[in-house]
């Protein structure tokens, strides 16, 4: 038996609080947003959002409509300035 497991070989998981986080209410969906980049920390227009949820926001390109494949934090996203 591993160190850790149970005598039927399953991985004990210790009981966790899971607290949902509500999305900030300055974001909707199809709203326009900028995107912080992961290299230069430069915010990027031409974005929209396609969907919230209390992991954070699902972001469509506006020029192809494309959905991007990954979901983005709140902290990441802001509103697009016109």
């Given at each position: 038996?591993?160190?850790?497991?149970?005598?039927?070989?399953?991985?004990?998981?210790?009981?966790?609080?899971?607290?949902?986080?509500?999305?900030?209410?300055?974001?909707?969906?199809?709203?326009?947003?900028?995107?912080?980049?992961?290299?230069?920390?430069?915010w990027?227009?031409?974005?929209?959002?396609?969907?919230?949820?209390a992991?954070?926001?699902?972001?469509?390109?506006?020029?192809?409509?494309?959905?991007?494949p990954?979901?983005?934090?709140?902290?990441?996203?802001?509103?697009?300035?016109?």
């Open positions: 038996m591993n160190a850790g497991s149970t005598s039927d070989g399953a991985v004990p998981v210790p009981d966790v609080e899971i607290e949902l986080v509500r999305a900030p209410s300055r974001f909707q969906t199809g709203m326009r947003v900028e995107v912080a980049t992961n290299f230069t920390g430069d990027v227009s031409g974005f929209e959002i396609a969907s919230i949820d992991l954070g926001l699902h972001v469509r390109r506006v020029s192809d409509g494309a959905l991007l990954v979901g983005f934090g709140y902290s990441i996203v802001r509103p697009a300035v016109d």
